[in-house]
């Protein structure tokens, strides 16, 4: 579990079960995954390098630190990933956004990919690749393969609900990628949904059911 980041924050917390609740209205929920997103981004860029520069204060002379001008993108697997991208660009608002379509097959739940658009210098970027589900990690896993066959390596996944299914796929599969997760849940269901997780993201984020 080395490289999995489970966040214990009592704010998270709070939010996240908000989330799970099947009452709570897309309107609210999309409010509370952007919020959840946000918080998640001060631990994510935990590791930007900082450089040090002289600033003036009113009293006297002092050293000051700047982020050191980082490259960074944020990479939404769609449809989901879509309602992470806002609260993590209000903390890192000169990201540039790229998008990866997949969908997972009802039947047989393997990641099916139909769209892809990256900004052109990306392998000189960080990756965030942001999808709030992860249950049996075979979307997370396709995501982050297609990102490596373009040359991208310096990945990190970030999920509000991990299931330990898909933890463990990503570690088999992508060992070097950290993971950060909100919540940690214990199993899947029949149809490979979290449980309890909080249902399809895709349809409360956007009311499509
Ligand atoms: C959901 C979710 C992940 C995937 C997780 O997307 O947003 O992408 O399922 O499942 P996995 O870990 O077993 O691959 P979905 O396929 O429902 O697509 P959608 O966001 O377009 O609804
Ligand atoms: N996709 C979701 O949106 N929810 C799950 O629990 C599993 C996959």
Redesign the pocket.
Known sequence: MSNVMIFDHPMIQHKISLMRDKETPSKVFRELVSEVSMLMAFEVTRDLPLEAYEIETPICPATGYRILGKKLALVP????GLGMVDGMLNLVPMARVGHIG???DPET?L?VDYYLKLPPDIAERDVILL??????????AAAITLLKERNIHHIKFVCLIAAQA?IDLLNREHPDVPIFAAALDETLNDH?YIVPGLG???DRLFGTK
Request: aromatic share 4%; hydrophobic share 45%.
């Open positions: 697997i769609l449809r989901a997949l969908y997972r739940l990641p999808d709030p589900m992860l249950a049996t990690g075979g979307s997370a898909g490979a399809d993201a895709g």
